[in-house]
């Protein structure tokens, strides 16, 4: 019998810390691993998988358009992205998309779509202020953006014009802002760098700032988006538009996709041959999107997600009370986290994964939760459970 996680470390690269599970199948909330041992999954391929596993909608659209046309070339029109295009515009503030392949390479758009718009109207403003413990995504310009040093400093040098503030600080932004600053560009709550949520008006604050000193304002919406946080966009709850968004993640079900999306007197400043992606806008990818982005629209799912919410958050907050090492439960709709007085969300991640749940140690002292929107009561009771008994495992002093 094949020892997959032996061959893995032979022949794979070691760039990833894996949990030691080879996952085999899936069912909405639920995986199984080789073994047959059933899990849940409270992960979602990180934000990803936002209608759980094998829906039969993304099942289906990605059978039927694998028959019909997987991959053209943007040298040619097909249905499925100006599908796609169009039910984002309409269902966003922003007015044209771009489409890509991952989250860091609507970043990368993104950037290169405001050093454009700079070069073409702001006397060749280039610099991006971004925040830090922000994240990006793992391609040079999104490091550059990212701010977080470990992520940055051993591939030095990174593409200049870029600065980083701290999160939740309206000051330093305006402090950072030249003569040559372009855009501001941040997640509406930061993802990988812990669930940090943003302060009341933080956001309006930046986006008043913006409008003041004529910056653009670019949303990473990558972990954000596709209802994660209760409504469609994150920022919808904040109260301001942004100028740019990025997105990828969940758009398109688990299958790989990017999208940038703006304003239309600023997307006219790409033209043609400034950028391109051969694989961008697949009929198999933006056919999925469309079948999941339908799904989720016309069956409530970010509503459904802030509901879900609700029993999630109250039951990890009961916690609080009886295990002092929970400090904290923070995040929005279903991105959530589990702040703990110690560092032991490796531990505990390890031991709620030997109980049948499958969790993220965002932070050596943060467990991170994204199931998909889908996910029922009684999955967020049973994944409750489990981390309280793992957590208990993990702290209690008979250990
Ligand atoms: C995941 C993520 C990215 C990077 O996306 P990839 O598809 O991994 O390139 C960028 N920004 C945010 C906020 C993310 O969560």
Redesign the pocket.
């Known amino acids: 019998m094949t020892d997959w996680i032996a061959d893995e470390k032979k022949y794979v690269f070691q760039n990833y810390g894996r949990q030691p599970v080879v996952l085999d199948h899936g069912q909405g909330t639920r995986v199984w691993d080789t073994d047959g041992k059933e899990y849940l999954d409270f992960v979602g391929g ?2 990803v998988n936002v209608l759980g596993h094998a829906h039969p909608v993304v099942a289906e659209a990605l059978a039927a358009q694998s028959r019909q046309l997987i991959h053209t070339s943007n040298l040619y029109y097909t249905k499925p992205m100006i599908a796609l295009a169009k039910l984002l515009v309409e269902n966003s503030c922003l007015d044209r998309v771009f489409f890509c392949n ?4 609507a ?1 990368e758009a993104a950037i290169k779509l405001a050093r454009r718009f700079g070069h073409d109207t702001r006397n060749g403003a280039f610099e991006i202020i971004a925040t830090l413990d922000g ?5 040079m310009g ?1 490091v550059a953006a990212t701010g977080t040093a470990r992520y940055r400093e051993p591939f030095q040098p990174l593409a200049p014009g870029f600065s980083h503030v701290p999160w939740n600080d309206l000051d330093a932004i305006k402090a950072a802002t030249t003569s040559k600053t372009v855009a501001v560009l941040l ?1 509406p709550i930061q ?2 760098g812990g669930v940090n949520m943003p302060e009341p008006g933080y956001l309006k604050g930046i986006r008043d700032w913006c409008d003041e000193q004529g910056l653009l304002l670019i949303l ?1 919406e ?3 988006g596709i209802g994660r946080t209760g409504t469609l966009f994150a920022y919808e709850q904040e109260g301001i538009e942004p100028d740019i968004m ?1 997105l ?2 969940g758009l398109a079900g688990g299958v790989a996709i ?1 999208a940038m999306l703006a304003r239309d007197d600023i997307a006219k400043h790409l033209v043609p041959g400034d950028h391109g992606t051969t694989f961008g806008a697949n009929p198999l990818s933006t056919a999925t999107g469309v079948a999941t982005l339908s799904y989720v629209l016309e069956n409530k799912l970010p509503e459904q997600a802030a509901r879900a919410s609700e029993r999630l958050v109250a039951r990890l907050r009961s916690m609080e009370d009886r295990l002092p090492v929970v400090t904290e439960v923070r995040g929005r709709g279903l991105l959530i986290a589990v702040g703990l007085a110690q560092d032991v969300a490796a531990d505990v991640v390890a031991a709620a994964r030997e109980r049948g749940l499958l969790a993220n140690n965002v932070r050596p002292n943060a467990i991170r939760f994204m199931p998909p929107l889908t996910v029922s009561d009684d999955e967020i009771d049973r994944a409750c459970d489990i981390l309280e008994a793992a957590i208990v495992a993990v702290t209690s002093p008979a250990k």
Do not use: P, V
């Open positions: 990180l934000a991952s989250g860091a390479e970043i994240f990006h995504g793992r391609t999104a997640e993802g990988e990473d990558i972990q954000t990025c990828a993640k990017g």
